[in-house]
């Protein structure tokens, strides 16, 4: 059975910065890509970041890129998140996903609750 764990999310203050974790477990975590996605309240859930299985190719969206990074560490099967300058519009439920973008039927953890205040 497939089990991502997000952790590290918390309050910051604009300009700040954070390091999500995601731990998975119950699957090749080195076979697969993996995301990050974010929902705000009453938005629909954003595709912010992504990286293929071995750290090759990587995605990020407008909103994130030049500030966020996404990496992974295969040997722990950890998907990480650096989120530095982080901004307001950043608060939202940080999730993981085993896939290359977003979609409702991927496997996702529950997320990790990201605030910035202004």
């Known amino acids: 059975e497939v089990h991502l764990v997000e952790s590290g999310g918390g309050m910051v203050q604009s300009g700040g910065s954070l390091r999500l974790t995601c731990q998975a477990s119950?699957?090749?975590?080195?076979?697969?890509?993996m995301s990050w996605v974010r929902q705000a309240p009453g938005k629909e859930p954003e595709w912010i970041s992504g990286?293929?299985?071995?750290?090759?190719?990587?995605y990020y969206a407008d909103s994130v890129k030049g500030r966020f990074t996404i990496s992974r560490d295969n040997a722990k099967n950890t998907l990480y998140l650096q989120m530095n300058s982080l901004k307001p519009e950043d608060t939202a439920l940080y999730i993981c996903?085993?896939?290359?973008?977003?979609?409702?039927?991927?496997?996702r953890g529950q997320g990790t609750q990201v605030t910035v205040s202004s």
């Open positions: 996903a085993k896939a290359w973008g977003y979609s409702a039927l991927n496997p």
């Open positions: 119950g699957f090749n975590f080195w076979s697969y890509d």
């Open positions: 990286i293929n299985h071995n750290g090759g190719r990587v």
